[in-house]
Nanobody, 126 residues
Framework: QVQLVESGGGLVQPGDSLTLSCVAS????????MGWFRRAPGKDREFVAS???????TYFADSVKGRFGISRDYDKNTYLEMHSLKPEDAAVYYC????????????????????WGQGTQVTVSS
């Protein structure tokens, strides 16, 4: 399985922006669809965003549409760009990977992803 490491988390104020990075142990371009999930205290891990193996398709949770962006490079890096952050965005954010080329019906499901990072903490507080 591909190994994933997230970075970029931290403490920000409401309204601020933050970009999270995920670096893989191997090239992910065309090989893996990449996703971001998050888990807030006392809640289940939830889908945030995903991007297809060739970057052509992106999906977002309704709660972050218009505020978050997801991108990837041609090598092993995936990014989650977060804007207009709210206190309810505070969570541990996880990067995840699944084999590319699959049906997109369940892109939001944790069960679809075989590899996970250890997570990076995002705190939004004034």
């Amino acid at each position: 399985q591909v190994q994933l490491v997230e970075s970029g988390g931290g403490l920000v104020q409401p309204g601020d922006s933050l970009t999270l990075s995920c670096v893989a142990s191997e090239r992910t371009w065309l090989k893996y669809d990449m996703g971001w999930f998050r888990r807030a205290p006392g809640k289940d891990r939830e889908f945030v965003a995903s991007i297809s193996g060739n970057g052509g398709r992106t999906y977002f949770a309704d709660s972050v549409k218009g505020r978050f962006g997801i991108s990837r490079d041609y090598d092993k890096n995936t990014y989650l760009e977060m804007h207009s952050l709210k206190p309810e965005d505070a969570a541990v954010y996880y990067c995840a990977a699944r084999g590319a080329g699959r049906d997109d019906t369940y892109y939001f499901s944790r069960a679809e992803y075989e590899s996970w990072g250890q997570g990076t903490q995002v705190t939004v507080s004034s």
